[in-house]
C-alpha cells in the first residue's frame, strides 16, 4: 500500500505563487507515473498535470499550461507542482495520485481512472 501527503496549499493573492508537495510512503513511487488534480466546489475533479517515472515526459492542462510546473526528486518521494501567477479560478482542493502502470501518454496521464493512489488533498485558495 501507498500512502500519498500533500502539502503547500493555502491563501493567496491572484499573481502570486505556491508550491505544492506530495510526499509518498509505503512502496517507492519511483517507478510510477504521478499525477496532480484539482476539485473546486461543486465541479469534478480535474487533471492539472502529470509526469512519467523517469521524469522525463509531462502534460499539463491547457488551463495551467505555461503557468505550472511539475517535477519530481525520486530520492526523496516527493513530486512537486510550482504553481505561478495564480488566478482565482484556480481555487480548489489539489489532489496527488500515483498510477501503478508502466505505460505513459497524454490521454493516459489525463484519465482520471488510470491513477490507483490518491492522496487526501490539500487546499489552495486564491483570492482576487
Known amino acids: 500500500q501507498v500512502q500519498l501527503v500533500e502539502s503547500g496549499g493555502g491563501l493567496v493573492q491572484a499573481g502570486g505563487s505556491l508550491r505544492l508537495s506530495c510526499a509518498t510512503s509505503?512502496?517507492?513511487?519511483?517507478?510510477?507515473?504521478m499525477g496532480w488534480f484539482r476539485q473546486a466546489p461543486g465541479k469534478e475533479r480535474e487533471f492539472v498535470s502529470a509526469?512519467?517515472?523517469?521524469?522525463?515526459?509531462?502534460v499539463y492542462a491547457d488551463s495551467v499550461k505555461g503557468r505550472f510546473t511539475i517535477s519530481r526528486d525520486n530520492g526523496k518521494n516527493t513530486v512537486f507542482l510550482q504553481m505561478n501567477s495564480l488566478k482565482p479560478e484556480d481555487t480548489a482542493v489539489y489532489y496527488c495520485?500515483?498510477?501503478?502502470?508502466?505505460?505513459?501518454?497524454?490521454?493516459?496521464?489525463?484519465?482520471?481512472?488510470?491513477?490507483?493512489?490518491w492522496g487526501q488533498g490539500t487546499q489552495v485558495t486564491v483570492s482576487s
Open positions: 495520485a500515483l498510477d501503478r502502470g508502466t505505460s505513459f501518454s497524454g490521454s493516459y496521464l489525463q484519465n482520471i481512472h488510470t491513477y490507483d493512489d
Open positions: 509526469i512519467s517515472w523517469s521524469g522525463s515526459f509531462t
Open positions: 509505503g512502496r517507492t513511487s519511483r517507478n510510477y507515473s
